[in-house]
């Protein structure tokens, strides 16, 4: 038989669909410690996620800003797990797709979207931008652009945490793309040699940009573990129960026991993977199987069913959540830009860098 192109880049015969997320727990909300308020209030941030982006794309297209907009559509699900289920100090680290992230650890949609807009009232002051989200209150580091370079850094939040024994936990999220940059193997050798307690999490939605998963690693993601003989699991991301059951485990395990634990979500991105991208990779077909896993749907039809909420009233939510973004923007477009003289503030100069160390007790 001839070999097609696709064919012949799939080594391990390995294909991403949705059939090969794993079944979603059969445990239900009670079962896992969450009351309907809980089950309420996760929808409602999940759906925010959603519509900030899909305002942020309108205004984008409008040209209302520039620059890089990655969107987390079709993740939201990854990041409210990890925020209800990790502690408010735990540490939380991520990559350029970080909206979501930041709304779930105390960023408004307001100064989210002015950070967007490059407005001087943004999370990051409008310096950072769609991939440089922050807020370092909330334990929440980022938003970083380089593929896997952030993936050391969570390693070294969890040193931190240990050094200090604080009982904190870091978790870091990485790209299916990042998973065969050398940053990662650091991170996982150190981490597993040091016994760090951190949470190594890759979000496998399918694609590095425009490259199949099957078609950039030579073998299921998960098995990065096997090399550095770390716990390790597979979980279905398109399920916010699944996601907190497993966090759950996993959690309690890292902190009690102070050790790395590497999670394959799987997990599919709707949009492009910026705004630039036609999508000429997948077929129509693929993306309509992965909505009809959609996680805000399904939480939908969750909550109907367990009688947690009727249609109407979840509407009425959605109506708050989009008057909620709709306030934002209107707050972003009449923010100033920041002021041409705060160019250097909130910038690291090597001079502050070791002025700022020498004031830490962990280097004294
Ligand atoms: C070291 C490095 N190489 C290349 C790029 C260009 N680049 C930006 S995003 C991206 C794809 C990463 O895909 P993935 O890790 O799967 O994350 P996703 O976009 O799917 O969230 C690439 C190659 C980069 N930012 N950094
Ligand atoms: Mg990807």
């Not at 990559?95 to 105390?106: E, M, P, S, T």
């Not at 969570?154 to 936990?169: M, P, S, V």
């Not at 496998?204 to 299921?220: C, F, I, K, L, P």
Request: charged letters at 25%; hydrophobic letters at 35%.
């Amino acid at each position: 038989m001839t070999k097609t192109a696709e064919t012949s880049f799939t080594p391990t015969g390995f294909v991403y669909k949705s059939t090969t997320l794993p079944p979603a727990t059969k445990k239900d909300h009670k079962k896992l410690g969450l009351s309907n308020d809980d089950i309420i209030a996760l929808f409602r941030e999940m759906y925010l996620q959603r519509r900030f982006e899909e305002r942020a794309a309108q205004m984008y297209q409008k040209g209302k800003f520039g620059g890089f907009l990655h969107l987390y559509i079709g993740q939201e699900a990854i990041s409210s797990a990890t925020n209800f289920v990790l502690k408010p100090e735990d540490d939380i680290i991520t990559a350029y797709r970080d909206h979501g992230f930041g709304l779930v650890r105390g960023i408004s949609a307001r100064a989210g979207m002015a950070e967007l807009f490059g407005k001087g009232t943004g999370c990051s002051k409008g310096k950072g931008g769609s991939m440089h989200f922050f807020n370092a209150e909330q334990h929440f580091w980022g938003g970083h652009g380089i593929v896997g370079a952030h993936i050391p850094v969570g390693a070294g939040l969890a040193f931190a945490n240990k050094y200090l024994k604080n009982d904190r936990i870091s978790i870091s999220f990485f790209g299916d793309g990042a998973v065969d940059q050398g940053a990662l193997h650091e991170a996982f050798n150190l981490a597993q040699l040091w016994k760090l307690p951190a949470i190594f999490v890759v979000e496998n939605n399918g694609y590095s940009m425009g490259t199949a998963v099957q078609r950039h690693t030579a073998t299921e993601i998960y098995k990065r573990a096997l090399a550095y003989d770390m716990k390790y699991d597979v979980v279905n991301g398109m399920d916010l129960l699944s996601m907190i059951d497993k966090l759950q485990e996993v959690s309690r395990d890292v902190r009690e026991n102070s050790i790395p634990y590497f999670l394959e979500i799987r997990t599919y991105r709707y949009k492009g993977h910026s705004m630039s991208d036609p999508g000429n990779y997948r077929t129509k077909e693929e993306l309509d199987e992965f909505k009809q896993i959609d996680p805000i749907e399904r939480l939908k039809t969750y909550m109907v069913d367990k009688k947690i909420l009727k249609e109407d009233e979840i509407e009425s939510i959605m109506d708050e959540v989009n008057e909620e973004v709709l306030e934002a923007i209107e707050f972003a477009e009449n923010s100033d830009f920041p002021d041409p003289d705060s160019l250097y503030d909130h910038i690291f100069t090597g001079e502050q860098l070791i002025h700022d160390h020498k004031k830490t007790t962990f280097l004294d």
